[in-house]
């Protein structure tokens, strides 16, 4: 059974007034992290949700950090790239993750070191090297094979990513907001990789600000934010938030 979780009495928030245009349904899907099989499943529930729900324009909308930390990175970018191809209306986020890997990609050194520290390690593992090859590498030697382990279309589809989107009352981004700044001078790097800034504000924000990149072992709404990363790459949750008009509600690969 899919899982939904529902909305206790508290006093009225303003993310409780907020709503998408008619006929429109949107998905997001919070940071997937190298587990393709994770994805595979979520996308299964959501498009077994979309269905029971009607026909409008639906979408989907993957809030970034595709890659890293979990098993198959290279699996769940061609899972990514099937389902923009299957699906419709798919569009995927900038992560600071997907950002790194572009950097190391480009077979710079320095950019490599601070991949692998962050869970690069694991992504190109995911490629078609061995563990015996890897570990016999130095770093000069890997940052020189990386742009040979990563197919030009993976690196070609990741450069398209976004860096906002915004759907009526909601703006959907990786990691949060520079508060106090516009929606439209919002720098790449914080939108890709602020954290604290963002998440100790007290103010409103210009929309309902729906965000990845800080891990939480459930959603988190609170103010004018909702943050969906469930730490899938550990916790085996995976989650989505979908809405339609004013109604919110959330799935995940918990059950």
């Known amino acids: 059974m899919l899982k939904r979780f529902l ?3 508290k006093p009225s928030r303003p ?3 907020a709503t998408i245009p008619d006929g429109r349904r949107v998905y997001a899907i919070g940071d997937v992290h190298g587990r393709n099989d994770l994805l595979q499943r979520l996308l299964d529930k959501i498009v077994k949700d979309d269905g029971e729900r009607g026909a409008v324009e639906s979408e989907i909308i ?4 595709l890659v890293d930390r979990g098993p198959d990175s290279a699996g769940v970018i061609d899972t990514a790239m099937q389902a923009r191809e299957t699906l419709g209306n798919v569009r995927f986020l900038m992560g600071n993750h997907e950002e790194v890997y572009l950097a190391a990609a480009s077979g710079d050194e320095k950019s490599v070191r601070f991949f692998n520290r962050i869970g690069g390690r694991e992504t190109i593992l995911s490629y078609d090297i061995t563990m015996k090859e890897y570990m016999e590498l130095d770093m000069t ?5 990386i742009p040979e382990l990563f197919p030009r279309e993976h690196v070609d589809f990741i450069s398209g990513f976004e860096d906002q989107i ?3 009352d909601y703006a959907f981004v990786h990691a949060g907001i520079r508060p106090g700044v516009p929606l439209s001078e919002q720098r790449q790097k914080d939108l890709r990789w602020i954290r604290e800034d963002f998440l100790s504000a007290s103010e409103a924000h210009e929309k309902v600000i729906v965000y990845g990149h800080t ?10 934010r909702i943050g969906i990363d469930t730490g899938a ?3 085996e949750k995976l989650t989505a938030l979908a809405l339609q008009g004013s109604e919110r509600w959330y799935l995940d690969t918990s059950t």
């Not at 993957?62 to 950090?65: E, H, N, Q, S, Y």
């Open 7 to 9: 909305r206790k009495n």
């Open 141 to 145: 030697q890997l940052a020189l094979r």
């Open 15 to 17: 993310l409780d007034s």
């Open 62 to 65: 993957f809030l970034g950090d």
């Open 215 to 224: 891990i939480n072992d459930d959603v988190v709404e609170t103010g004018t």
């Open 166 to 168: 915004i759907v009526g």
């Open 233 to 235: 790459y550990y916790s």
